[in-house]
């Protein structure tokens, strides 16, 4: 099994430049999960999807930030335009279902710099 | 490599050791607390897990303890191993079922 994928694994843009992220969830795994992890500090959740439906994006800044899971599969993050700030490590999660009865997997992170 | 987290309080053991690291939680209101660990460069690994039905669970080497009263988590690892050099989190799922994280610690292991 592959794990959870993500892509890229690193980006350096500069500020006000576009920028996305993609993920591949475990197979299977119907709750996909979008983090971003500041230095020294513990992930934070910003979206939350159940198959193709976004059921939790209160903590996703809409302005610059979008995200979509057009098929339930694989889920792209992408930020317009990015600023100093968003220098983060994005994560991508995925689980069987939400809650405590299913565990989550994560990937390996997209690290964004911007410059 | 990368670092996970560069001003991240600090437990620093010598091989062989055992390691003990705490959390506090707000939610009372939680009942699934889970630690992870990150390795530089890699997303967060889970460890073990308890529910808020009990006050210790045990895992290979690893022990977690719960203590509702004080909303106190503690993970202990024993005979820490190089390999265990990482940054542990503790998270809670709260009551919308969302996970969050708490204040990582990070894990130095000395031969």
């Known amino acids: 099994e592959a794990g959870v994928v993500q892509s890229p694994r690193y980006k350096i843009i500069e500020k006000k430049q576009p920028v996305a992220f993609w993920c591949n969830p475990i197979?299977?795994?119907?709750?996909l999960y979008w983090y971003r992890q500041n230095l020294g500090q513990g992930p934070e959740l910003l979206i939350r999807y159940e198959n193709e439906e976004a059921v939790d994006d209160s903590q996703l800044p809409k302005d610059r930030f979008s995200a979509e899971r057009l098929k339930g599969v694989d889920s792209t993050l992408k930020i317009q335009p990015a600023e100093l700030g968003d220098s983060a490590v994005y994560l991508c999660?995925?689980?069987?279902?939400?809650?405590?009865?299913?565990?989550?997997?994560f990937g390996s992170g997209t690290r964004l710099t911007v410059v | 490599g990368e670092s996970v987290g560069l001003h991240l309080p600090t437990l620093s053991v010598q091989e062989g050791d055992n390691s003990i690291i705490n959390c506090a939680y707000s939610n009372s209101a939680s009942d699934y607390f889970i630690w992870y660990k990150q390795e530089s460069g890699k997303g967060p690994q889970f460890i073990i897990d308890?529910?808020?039905?009990?006050d210790k669970r045990q895992g290979q080497r690893v022990t977690v303890l719960l203590n509702k009263t004080v909303k106190h988590l503690s993970l202990q690892i024993a005979a820490t191993q190089p390999g265990d050099s990482a940054v542990y989190f503790c998270?809670?799922?709260?009551?919308?079922?969302?996970?969050?994280f708490g204040t990582g610690t990070r894990l130095q292991v000395f031969p």
């Open positions: 998270a809670e799922i709260d009551n919308t079922d969302k996970l969050i």
């Open positions: 999660a995925s689980s069987l279902g939400r809650g405590s009865n299913y565990g989550y997997t």
């Open positions: 308890i529910r808020s039905n009990m």
């Open positions: 197979s299977g795994h119907n709750t």
